[in-house]
């Protein structure tokens, strides 16, 4: 058993089994926190022990083993809405750590889902802001009446995960290209740029 996980160990082997009470729980972070790389499996979903701090949660002690949850954050760095929450089971004698249960927690209100109507509302504006060679906040004219880009960042809602972003903005884009076709205006896009020329 490694320095700090013996800390651990005796820091447990005073308190009863249990629920951890709050009286304890902060001391008992930060001494699992230290000792989570003398753990063997502890390393799991690439877990580490400065991520403890703060995040750890339903510590129950029951000897020799520790089981506790802890929030992962790394879907939100992508732009998920969701947390990743890991229970695990810590065996303070062995010096083993393993994860026996995986769920999700929403930390914010996921975007409202935009139907097919909604684009298609959004989109008739666009086409009418085109065609009558309108000022309109989600396009840049590069030359009034013959070429425009559409700052599909500003016309289509975003806020989502990047995939669920990327999946809008393909969906978008497949329902304005026909739409602008029939009016005239071609896909001149290059790259992840959406740019319509005027060939009518």
């Excluded at 930060?30 to 403890?52: F, H, V």
């Excluded at 935009?114 to 590069?142: F, N, Q, V």
Aim: contains cysteine; aromatic residues 4%; proline residues 4%.
């Amino acid at each position: 058993m490694g320095e700090k996980l013996a800390e651990v160990h005796d820091f447990l082997s005073a308190i009863p089994d249990g629920k951890v009470s709050p009286d304890h729980r902060s001391q008992l972070e930060c001494l699992l926190s230290a000792a989570w790389d003398e753990l063997s499996g502890g390393d799991d979903e690439s877990m580490q022990g400065y991520k403890l701090i703060g995040r750890v949660e339903n510590m129950e002690w029951k000897s020799p083993v520790l089981t506790c949850r802890i929030e992962r954050h790394g879907g939100t760095v992508q732009g998920s809405s969701m947390a990743s929450v890991h229970t695990w089971e810590v065996n303070i004698d062995s010096g083993e750590a393993a994860i026996i249960d995986r769920t999700h927690r929403q930390l914010k209100p996921m975007s409202p889902k935009l139907s097919d109507k909604e684009l298609e509302s959004i989109i008739e504006e666009l086409c009418h802001a085109i065609t009558s060679m309108s000022e309109h906040p989600s396009l840049g004219w590069i030359e009034k009446g013959r070429k425009v880009r559409v700052l599909i960042g500003k016309a289509c809602p975003t806020g989502n995960a990047k995939q669920t972003d990327a999946s809008r903005r393909k969906r978008f884009r497949s329902m304005l290209n026909p739409k602008l076709e029939k009016l005239g205006w071609r896909s001149a896009s290059n790259g992840t740029s959406c740019i319509y020329k005027n060939f009518s």
